[in-house]
């Protein structure tokens, strides 16, 4: 008999209210963690050192739409998590779920967009752009994906979906939906091979005028919208289950995005975007057709 901590939970229930308290802390973590393994050194010396830098502006600079971006990005990581169950408990329990993560995912877009404008700077407001338009493309396969899960549990709440994996992992036979749903983790938080938002071509992008504190939020926002959707993958694709088995799970699919970001070389936005169209929606199609006629059948 496996410990009660590994087993998959039965139901999935709203937590107490100071979980909603710890899970900045808890997202925060797991983004120190894998940016530890990304660098292969200690980043608290980055991070300290962006702590007493002194933060710059340009000229004309919109800092108050600027700053109300970066928070933007953090929140938006925060928001998409609270959905995301850690054992039986999560700091929403909604008969949306996959909906509101999905919607405070889009956050993200503006947040990038406000801080590549705010910044009154020609590469950053490209490196905004460039975040619109590859959310164009990643967005419509993500959402296939998420798609897929529900409509394999018959249910847009989270906790039913972890449920309906109780006999076999939706990963197992929605191979498809688990790829390119990381796939679209990856550019959501424009990181490792689509990270052209902010891209060296044009100094650095979006984050090219943020220095001190801004910087190191703006950095810190990315890093936890990786972890969120990294960990929004166990409780759709993964079985969900105990404590535990949620951190180990979600530490194995940060160390693969990780992993990729090493081993794949950035993609041109325009390859990526006709990839998006011509190949993953195609397959998230036949994808989550294959669902649906399971479904039925069975």
Known sequence: ????????????????????????????????????????????????GLLIQQRRKTLAADILLLRAGIFALVAAAVLAAVVIPLGEVAVLDTGVGVVWFNMAEVLAWAAVWMVGWGANSAYAMVGGYRFVAQGLAYELPHMFALITAALGAESLRVGDIVEAQRDLWFVVWMPAAFVVYLLSVLGMAFWGPFDQPAGRDIGGGARLELSGVDRLLFEGGRWMLLTAGAAFAVPLFLGGGGWGWVIVKTAAALAALVWLK???????????VEFAWIVLIPVMLVQALVVAVVVLVR
Do not use: C, H
């Open 262 to 272: 090493k081993r794949v070389p950035t993609v041109r936005l325009n390859r990526y």
């Open 1 to 48: 008999m496996w410990p009660a901590w590994t087993r998959t939970p039965i139901m999935v229930e709203a937590g107490p209210w100071w979980i909603g308290l710890l899970l900045p802390a808890i997202l925060g973590a797991f983004a120190l963690g894998a940016a530890m393994l990304d660098a292969g050194s200690y980043p608290l010396k980055a991070a300290a």
